[in-house]
């Protein structure tokens, strides 16, 4: 374990469900990301949240919603996804937004859309 | 955008040989970092090299930064097959911009 824990860590829905993701670290850090792992992609960064407050939204379609309730949770709302929204789903967390001691990430969640 | 750039894509390699792989980047950066993914799971922080640093090391791993090309590379000495992962660095994109972004990564098979 990273100190960065993702559930559920397999996900199937279909395009008219609605989930959520979570993720949870108890490392002190003030900053954690949402990044999205597609097949022969690099790593997409989705949003950046710094002390609770949401600091970059890397043009995230709409039925992906994040929430920030404190520095230590991380909630990835999903509704009305599409098949080419499944993906490797990662959260990660740094002690500050400039990352400088490194990022430190979640196993993932692998969501699969039917 | 994507900011860093792996080279090869793929690496195969006999036990107890080195790795190497090479980073390219777009822009100006804090520093760089490279990172460590075994298939399916999260990214595992290797190490970081800031833009006035010119080498690194850790255990078996040395890393070199030549801003100047805007490069860097990463050296894995007397490989073992548990290194057999995808390896990716990341660097910040530009001067006010806290995002660390990643390049597609290097798959490296080490053989037994």
């Known amino acids: 374990e990273t100190g960065v824990t993702q559930t559920p860590r397999h996900l199937v829905m279909g395009m008219t469900n609605k989930k959520s993701l979570k993720c949870e670290q108890h490392?002190?850090?003030?900053?954690m990301y949402w990044y999205k792992q597609s097949a022969k992609k690099p790593l997409e960064l989705m949003f950046v949240?710094?002390?609770?407050?949401?600091?970059e939204n890397n043009s995230v379609p709409s039925r992906f919603s994040p929430e920030c309730p404190n520095s230590s949770h991380l909630f990835l709302h999903l509704h009305t996804l599409q098949p080419e929204d499944s993906a490797l789903y990662l959260c990660?967390?740094?002690?500050?937004?400039?990352?400088?001691?490194?990022?430190?990430f979640g196993s993932g969640t692998r969501l699969t859309v039917v | 955008s994507q900011q860093g750039e792996e080279d090869p894509q793929a690496l195969s390699i006999q036990e107890g040989e080195n790795a190497t792989m090479n980073c390219s980047y777009k822009?100006?950066?804090?520093?760089l970092q490279w990172y460590r993914q075994n298939s399916g799971r999260g990214l595992v922080h290797l190490i970081l090299i800031r833009s006035n640093e010119r080498e690194k090391h850790s255990g078996r791993l040395r890393v070199t930064l030549d801003t100047s090309k805007k490069s860097s590379s990463l050296l894995i000495t007397a490989s073992r097959a548990a290194d057999t992962a995808s390896y990716f660095c990341?660097?910040?994109?530009?001067?006010?911009?806290?995002?660390?972004?990643f390049g597609k990564g290097t798959k490296l098979s080490v053989i037994p």
């Open positions: 990341a660097s910040y994109s530009g001067a006010g911009s806290y995002q660390l972004t």
């Open positions: 949240y710094n002390f609770k407050e949401q600091t």
């Open positions: 490392l002190g850090h003030n900053a």
């Open positions: 822009t100006s950066i804090n520093n």
């Open positions: 990660a967390s740094s002690s500050d937004r400039q990352g400088e001691g490194g990022y430190t």
